[in-house]
């Protein structure tokens, strides 16, 4: 019998069950893909990911939900470089590169307020317009096209994943979201595998910016992702591009989680060039467990 040894880190949190889940696999060179779909899917994590040896790079990181292989998982990035970080598999190394679908992306380390910070670039923001029903959208997250903030255009959005950005104007309202998943390709015409990530200028948390939830696609196997990596970097890249088109740089926190009980943060960076803006995200994260998969 094989058993895979997974890490269960939570991301963008100091406290155990809080944050965002991520299964970590590491020294996953012999797995097949096959394998690693049905670790993901026995694992039951909105994503796990497996860290594999590079040729060109430190590492090479694959994520898989339940449902299928993704390009690019924040939270994943953080859980499973905080887990090599902190058993000493990096040595003393502060900046490393990762190969990933989407590219080779950067990584800083650093020590931020007592804690290790892990900071990564995402992949070059990409935007397309959603000209679907905007009425069935708000219904299938549970509210009122009235609930919509539509001075902000709804688009498609990202940094490695797509994500559908929805601006809500009051924060009371997310309380009230019931995500009807399995509606949402029907909806979602000009990207059917998307998520969708309500977002809001009001937080619980004064020292945040953005407040969010996030939707999973149906395809994912996931209902909902708690805090988000990949989709807050899209959000300070919408900010750049349709909110504020005079700021040339902007560093700010994502608040998310809250109506789930997984209050996390996730701190975005981003700096508009002449063709493009790169966009940063980091957080930290916190073991929890060991798990056990059998795969025979």
């Known amino acids: 019998m094989t ?27 012999n797995l097949t893909e096959m394998e690693m779909q049905r670790i993901a899917y026995n694992i039951g994590f909105n ?21 299928h292989e993704i390009n690019l998982c924040g939270h ?26 989407v590219g080779v992306l950067p990584i800083t380390f650093s020590i931020v307020d007592d804690e290790l910070s892990i900071k990564m670039k995402q992949d070059q923001p990409k935007f397309i317009t959603f000209n679907g029903d905007v009425e069935k959208l708000a219904a299938s997250m549970g509210v009122t096209i009235d609930d919509l903030d539509q001075t902000m255009p709804i688009v498609y959005g990202s ?3 797509w994500t559908l950005i929805v601006p809500v104007k009051d924060l009371r309202r997310f309380h009230d979201m019931k995500p009807e998943n399995k509606l949402f390709p029907d909806i979602l015409t000009e990207n059917p595998r998307s998520s969708i990530h309500p977002i809001c200028f009001e937080t619980y948390d004064k020292t945040a910016f953005m407040h969010a939830r996030h939707f999973s696609s149906p395809y994912s196997g996931t209902t909902e992702d708690s805090v988000t990596g990949t989709a807050s970097g899209v959000m300070g890249a919408y900010y750049l591009t349709y909110v504020n088109q005079e700021l040339g740089f902007f560093k700010f926190t994502v608040e998310q989680g809250q109506e789930i009980d ?7 960076e981003v700096l508009r060039k002449p063709n493009n803006i790169d966009v940063f995200i980091s957080g930290t994260a916190v073991f929890v467990r060991e798990l056990e998969i059998d795969l025979d």
Do not use: W
Not at 3 to 29: C, E, M, Q, W
């Open 76 to 101: 994943a990035t953080m859980g499973s470089l905080y887990c090599l970080k902190t058993r000493g598999l990096l040595g003393d190394k502060e900046t490393i590169q990762i190969e990933t679908n």
């Open 47 to 67: 994503e796990t990911v497996f860290v594999l040896n590079s040729e060109n790079t430190d590492l090479r990181l694959r994520y898989f939900t339940p449902g």
């Open 3 to 29: 058993r895979i040894t997974v890490f269960h880190y939570d991301a963008f949190s100091k406290t155990p069950d809080k944050g965002n889940p991520a299964g970590v696999v590491l020294n996953a060179n």
């Open 159 to 161: 940094t490695g994943t």
């Open 262 to 268: 997984k209050d996390g943060r996730v701190h975005v």
